[in-house]
Structures are given as structure tokens and as C-alpha cells.
């Protein structure tokens, strides 16, 4: 199990699609989403995976690695699927933010639909003033800063524009890790 | 009063070689740009300028308005010169271009991790994009500097060369699909001021 059992049970889960549902734009955050233990280890773990460097100047850079069986993508896509209400598939992609990485606003990036993030920190916390907050642009803004073991999953729409701000030297040898995932219909 | 280093005129030749001969694009740095007495005279008035945090995905800086909107003092006379004639006829030998006697100019500062990643400038009507830079003793480790990038097929791919922003230079680049650059982020206490903008 990966999930926190709290956000397994049913009259929660419904609470959380309601919430979900009502929001405008439709978007929900949750704290302590996975299963302290299972966090533990992943987050173990991933202060030892070797993360690949990639940039494209005016685009992004951050490192990724290439999911094996580190995460239980049905139990995953399961929870989505009952905060959504949908029956649908997800593509979850593992990256690494640390100082001087970034992801720009680029016309190529013309995704809307649902995103969701989970965040593992390579240490207790981070400090929003590092940066690293992803940011969904449309009238105004909504920032999800790095917070340990949290979770955000909102509904891009196509007027709307996503970041992740430039993670400054303020961050040290400090870095995050993300689950980045997209849902698809 | 003068603007210039007058020993600019007197090279214009090398200077227009230099610029047309740059790589990854066309480019030239030049030290000592301003005359020494305007410099400092400039940068005091700057300083007492109002600058504006400017925070987005591509940036996070200060910025003063449009020296177009001063109604008087030293910049806005430096702002009239330098859209003017001389500057005019100068940029235009320097670089082959043909300018329209337009200019946008304020003044920016960087503070501690502050940065404008990659990007290439282009924006109607923009053809020739300056800065003239007024911090002091500004090293590598600061940041600060001024990157350009080579690139493929209208995508920028490496860092190829470096400019520390030193008192008193001045750096112009053709912008185009491929001019390419970014200012590396401020790392300590130093505060980078410039003045900069674009010919149109």
C-alpha cells in the first residue's frame, strides 16, 4: 500500500472528490498523502537512484529517472480515478528539481486536462524562498510549494499556463522530488 | 556634456569587424564605454531611481520605467542623447543596421538570486538589444554574467561565452531567432546594475 489508509477510507475519498469537484478551477491539495513508512523508504531510496540530467535552455531542466517498480501505479491511478470520478488512465513521470532548474511556460506545452504532483523532499523541509513552487497561471495564481509528502492535482485548462520557478542558491545541495502525473481519457 | 569614450569613434572599424564576426551571433563588449565623469554621474541618478520587483517564470529582477516617462535629470538627457543622431549613426556603422532613431531604455538590478533565464529577445520592432553595465567589481563568483548560447536549428543548445558585467562596459547583440541568452543568476550581496534596452 502506498496511500496513507486515511485518504482510503470511502466517506473521506468522497469528501475529497466533492471538494475537488466544487473547486474553480477543480483542484485539491492533501497533506501526508502517502503511507508514512512507505514515504520513508521511497524517500530513502531516491537519495541513492542515479536522476538523468536534462535541459533544454528556454524550456526546463531538471534531472528525471525512469520509473521501474518504485511506485504502484494501479493503487495510484485507482485514487485519482475515485477523486476524479472518471475511469482513466495516468502517466507518471519521477523527477528531481535542485538549484538552477527551472520549467518555462512554452507555447509547445499546449497540455490541458488533470495534473497531479506528489512531493518527496530529500530533507525535512524546504524553504518556499528557494523556489521550486510549481505555479498554475491563468487570472491569478496557484502555487504548490515543495512540502513534505504532499499532494495537489488540478484540472489545467486551456486558458491556463503552468511553471515551476527557478530553483535559486538559496536551495544549497537541497533538492525535491517530484511525481509528476498527467491523466488521460 | 559627453556621453561617450571619445576613443570609440576613433576604432569603428575594428568594432564593426568584431560585431559582425562574433559568435554564436553577432555581438560586441566594449570596456570603457561611457565617458568616466558621465558614468558616475549616471549611476548615482540611478540608484535613486524607484525600481520595481519583476517576478515571472523567466525572470525575477528590478526594473526602473521607461526612461521615456523621466521628465528631467541626468538619464532622461541620456535617454534623448542616445535615441539621437550620433548614437544613431554610430550603432548603425557598428552594426549595418538600419535603425528607426527608436529607442526603449530603463535601468535594471539584480540582487541576491535573481536571474533572467534563456530566451531570445525577439519582439516587433526590436533590432538591436544594449546594456550598459554599472556594478562594481563584480567577479565570477557573483553571477551576474552575461551567457550567450550557440544553437541548432533555431534552438539554443550550449553556453558558449561569458561576459562578467564590469563597470562602465557595454554589450549589444542583433536580435534574431537565434540571439540566445541569459544573465546567470546573483549569488551574495553585490548589487549588478545596468541600463539597458533595445534599438528599434
Known sequence: ?185 | MHYLNSNLFNNTATLKNKFSSAKPFKHIFIENFLDEKTVEVLFKELKNQEFEEKEADLFHLYQTKDFFNLENGKLSEFYEYFKGKEVKKLIEELTGIKLKGKIDMAGSLYKDTNFLLCHDDELSGRKIAFLIYLPKNFEEKDGGSFVLFDSKNEKPLNKTIKYLPKWNSFLMFEVSKISFHEVEEVIGKKERYAIGGWFH
Not at chain 1, 99 to 124: A, P, Q, R, V
Not at chain 1, 147 to 176: H, L, P, R, T, W
Request: with cysteine.
Open chain 1, 1 to 185: 500500500m502506498i496511500i496513507n489508509k486515511i485518504y482510503l477510507d470511502y466517506e473521506v475519498l468522497s469528501q475529497i472528490g466533492r471538494a475537488f469537484k466544487n473547486s474553480n478551477p477543480r483542484m485539491i491539495k492533501l497533506d501526508n498523502l502517502l503511507d508514512l513508512k512507505f514515504y520513508n523508504e521511497l524517500r530513502e531510496k531516491l537519495n541513492f537512484l542515479s536522476f538523468e540530467k536534462t535541459k533544454i535552455p528556454d524550456k526546463y531542466s531538471f534531472s528525471e529517472f525512469k520509473i521501474n517498480n518504485e511506485i504502484d501505479i494501479e493503487e495510484l491511478g485507482d485514487f485519482i480515478n475515485k477523486i476524479t470520478e472518471k475511469k482513466n488512465k495516468i502517466k507518471i513521470k519521477l523527477r528531481k528539481y535542485s538549484w538552477k532548474d527551472y520549467k518555462l511556460i512554452h507555447d509547445s506545452e499546449n497540455f490541458s486536462g488533470i495534473k497531479f504532483c506528489i512531493f518527496i523532499l530529500s530533507e525535512e523541509s524546504w524553504d518556499s524562498n528557494n523556489g521550486g513552487s510549481f505555479v498554475f497561471r491563468s487570472k491569478e495564481d496557484y502555487v504548490f510549494s515543495p512540502f513534505s509528502n504532499s499532494f495537489f492535482i488540478i484540472e489545467k485548462k486551456k486558458d491556463m499556463q503552468d511553471f515551476v520557478q527557478y530553483v535559486n542558491n538559496k536551495a544549497g545541495n537541497k533538492c525535491f522530488y517530484v511525481i509528476e502525473g498527467t491523466v488521460f481519457s
